[in-house]
């Protein structure tokens, strides 16, 4: 057979074969004779897995000798660069897919890289749809014809540039949405070629593994039968890229990134002082030591508004907040930081205060100054707010591997609070609240069994941008009352636990009593925090299916897989937003503890100048 020309040789077309999903068959000698069938000649019979294109040459008489073989060295490069046509058609379809509207706006490069992905995902879906529709019509592979390429060529060029035009119009919609005026055009343009550069990256990587298979099967082949050798073989590589992962790659990150956040852990931000009132941790006759408290414990401790600022904005007289605090080195065991930090509070005078806050820190121990500043203007400084910290990890690095540390931190502290704060007497009691974000709601919602829990042990709970696997917040969203969205459900007619995403526009049902304890749920329709679920692979949620919330497209669709890579990859970047979308949540405390806390004489005009002073770049 001639050899192919241009961009065939570089696809080397082979053959539609099950190559990418089983092993190949024993080479079979051919049979004597030139080659027949119609074509030029090219055989109708079906071509083996690792087949190429046979080269001629001619001898200096001018006789045309008989086929050669391919060097060993150039039919293996040709292997590991060919694709297949379904794979192809299947790459094809999901990159165009990966181009529609997600939640948050993304850049070429990030673009690029789903892109990347989501076709690799696509041609692997082609090729083992294939070999299983070989399977149920009982034939064996064939090789493609040559214009069954051109047209595969002239779809990608065409099916391509469209989606990536519509891709193009989409991100501008969103970051109209978000008020995002950022825009590159260099990474716009790049977007393809990182598309392609990832793609063939993961087709490598994927045949790296399946050689690691076929080796390990032909090496048992030597002891045990063939059926069991490949089945053993699989078993063993998967086993060995599973360990591979989560032993040495995963833990080698884990553990990288540990080592280098906690030397980060020793230092002091910018501007942050050792307290000199005894209101606050660290400082004097403080049972925690300011060393002890890490990055983050002391940049909570060493702000917040003074008594000064908060009478400013009530001009009442205020008192001066109390903040406790304890870090991972105050103790290696949480339950003893909790109970140091709990004593701390008490030394101070935290359980003597009208309102205590209960926080549940986020990753490194990160309390969003919004959260507490809010809580401590509303209450007129009469406040106190207790927190610990149990990772050194960032907050989107705990979010995967710190959650059993988030719910022991989150139940162990609220647990120490409680059994004081229950000893006291019913009228001298403070009111008592909890507040977390993020993986600090999950954490938060650990120390309750339900509803009622909520509802007997505290005065308030506020949770914002609660992660999709929080155990109470999957529980009041999946069991919401019929008719309401996902993005915003009602749970029990609103009796107790309420969800908003603009709580300034109210919290529904407005027409129902929200009397007694309020529980309330902050969440942006456009925060992947909250939607991201292993489950979006393969199963479309309620939220995509509902008219969206007002900062998501109504073009955003489910797609199997697709839409699964495009959520996960704005995790990373949902606080790269302005505030009120994505997982950036800070006026929206203002609103959000004005319904919990139901404070007395303040008016809309106070909350919105309160909103300037706790946010200052809205």
Known sequence: MARLIGWQVLLHPGILTSEEVMPPDPPVSPPEGPP?????????????????????????????????????????????????????WGALIFACLSLTPSLLPRGGILQGLICGITAAIGYGLGVVAAYVWRAFADREPRRPARRSWWILLIAAIVLFGVSFGLGQYW???????????????????????????????????????????????????RWIGQRAATAVGWLLVAALVWSAFTGILLNGIVNAANEAFSLRDTQTPAGTHQPTTALRSGGPGSLVPWDSLGR???????????????????????????????????????????????????????FSRANLLVVTTTGSGWVDPAAVDTFEYLGNGDSATVAIQYSYLPSWLSYLVDQSKAREAGRELFDAVYDTWSKIPHDQRPRLFVAGESLGSFGGETAFSGEYDLRNRTAGTLFAGPPNFNTLFREFSDDRDAGSPEIEPVYKEGRTVRFAAEPAAGMPPADRPWDGTRVLYLMHPSDPIVWWSPHLALTEPDWIGETPGGDVLEEMMWVPFVTFWQVTADLPF?????????????????????????????????????????????
């Open 36 to 88: 027949s069938g119609k074509d030029g000649g090219r055989s109708e019979e079906p071509a083996g897995p690792d087949t190429a294109p046979a080269e001629t040459h001619a001898d200096p008489t001018g006789a045309q000798a008989g086929p050669t073989e391919p060097s060993p060295g150039s039919k293996k490069r040709r292997q590991l660069f060919h694709v297949t046509l379904p794979g192809g």
């Open 171 to 221: 991100q501008h919609e969103i970051r109209r949405l978000m008020g995002v005026t950022e825009y590159n055009i260099g990474t716009a343009v790049a977007c393809p070629f990182v598309a392609a550069l990832v793609f063939c990256l993961l087709l490598l990587t994927g045949r790296g593994i399946r050689g690691m298979y076929r080796w390990a099967a032909r090496l048992l082949g």
């Open 296 to 350: 983050q414990g002391r940049a909570f401790i060493g702000s917040g508004p003074s008594a000064e600022d908060i009478g400013g904005f009530t001009h009442r007289t205020a008192q001066e907040p109390i903040r406790a605090y304890a870090g991972l080195a105050t103790s290696d065991d949480t339950e003893t930081r909790a109970t140091r930090a709990v004593a701390d509070l008490e030394r101070a005078g935290g």
């Open 574 to 618: 949902s606080t790269d937003v302005p505030d009120g979308h994505g997982h950036t949540y800070k006026a929206g405390y203002v609103d959000g503890w004005n319904a919990v806390m139901r404070p007395s004489g303040f008016t809309a005009e106070d909350l919105n100048r309160l909103k300037d002073i706790v946010w200052p770049q809205r």
